[in-house]
């Protein structure tokens, strides 16, 4: 794999983060009955999450000598104040989240980058904690 190879990857993984902070965002505004409470301020922990994760994923495309999408993915983001149908999105999108940065760690791996890949290995273990939350929170 080549570094443009690498970096359209880790743009991918950038438009998702851009995506999921958009999306809980609006969640968080939007979560309507008892459960607000609770989730309202969860979706702005996830807010804050993506933000993080964006910022380790645009700096690894500097460091790699890339251009850093300012674009979110323009994957569909349901609107409704369904904390139920919230929870199913927001599964989805972690799911999407954890694939992407699966994908991305062994390309990481080829050009051994240490660094890099500690970096992405923690963002790709905070998807999986989230998938098995909204797991948990769905059943
Ligand atoms: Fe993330
Ligand atoms: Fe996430």
Redesign the pocket.
């Known amino acids: 794999m080549t570094n443009a190879g690498i970096l359209s990857s880790l743009n991918k ?1 950038l438009g ?2 851009l995506r ?1 902070i958009a999306m809980y965002a609006h969640y968080a505004a939007y979560v309507s009955g008892i459960h607000r409470i609770n989730l309202a301020t969860h979706f702005n922990n ?1 807010v804050t ?2 933000i ?3 910022a380790t994923v645009r700096s690894a495309i500097v460091k790699l000598g890339g251009e850093a999408t300012t674009e979110r993915d323009s994957t569909e983001i349901v609107h409704t104040s369904d904390f139920n149908i919230m929870l199913k999105e927001a599964y989805k999108t ?1 799911m999407t ?1 954890s694939e992407t ?1 699966r994908e991305i760690l062994p390309l990481i791996d080829e050009i051994d980058d240490r660094e890099l890949y500690d970096a992405l290995e923690v ?1 790709y273990f ?2 999986l904690r ?1 998938v098995e939350e909204l797991r948990m929170m769905l059943m």
């Open positions: 993984a998702w983060e999921a996830e999450e993506s993080t994760h964006a972690e989240a940065y963002v905070d998807e989230s």
